[in-house]
């Protein structure tokens, strides 16, 4: 994307219309890598940038490209959320088949890996700094919002969301390297 463009005299349609050019096909790609369907990642990429035109003057050159991706996981969560939920209503435990495995043997392996990751996490985030360890625990397990968490820790919101940045960060690592990604 050419970085050079003046974003105060940009329309925030000029922009989408240059990154939907130049980074379609790799949002196509990495939603279709994420949910193994070409046809229906062709759709999620227009919803993707639907979703970014709603952003309007939010958009800047310099963040589009990753608002992007991040509008596209969102809508790859979403449309896996509905996928697995409308599965399970419709599906009966008993006669669930992955793999040629029982649904039962595919919970429990499935629950021995969520709880390994779970201890992963909570041991990453001992290791973080108390404060920023205080803010990750506060909205990771305490489900508060960062203002929330700002009001609480007498903190700027910024700079609670720096902190959260961080630490997801520095935990994604902890547990990608354990499981070896």
Do not use: W
Request: glycine letters at 4%; proline letters at 2%; a neutral charge.
């Amino acid at each position: 994307m050419n970085d050079n463009i003046d974003c105060q005299t940009t329309a925030p349609s000029n922009i989408i219309e240059q990154c939907y050019r130049e980074h379609r096909e790799s949002i196509k790609a990495y939603i279709t890598y994420k949910i193994n369907d070409a046809v229906l990642a062709e759709d999620l990429t227009q919803d993707v940038y639907l979703r970014l035109m709603e952003c309007g003057q939010m958009i800047r050159v310099q963040t589009v490209k990753n608002m992007l991706y991040t509008i596209a996981r969102n809508i790859i969560i979403d449309y896996l959320r509905r996928y697995y939920s409308r599965y399970s209503r419709t599906q009966g435990l008993d006669a669930t088949m992955y793999d040629g495995k029982a649904a039962g043997a595919v919970e429990c392996e499935g629950s021995i890996i969520a709880a390994d990751i779970a201890r992963q996490e909570q041991a990453r985030m001992q290791l973080l700094p108390p404060q920023r360890r205080k803010v990750y625990q506060m909205i990771r397990f305490e489900e508060k919002s960062s203002a929330e968490v700002a009001r609480e820790l007498s903190l700027s919101v910024r700079t609670v969301e720096n902190h959260l940045a961080i630490s997801r960060r520095e935990v994604r690592e902890y547990i990608r390297e354990c499981i070896g990604a």
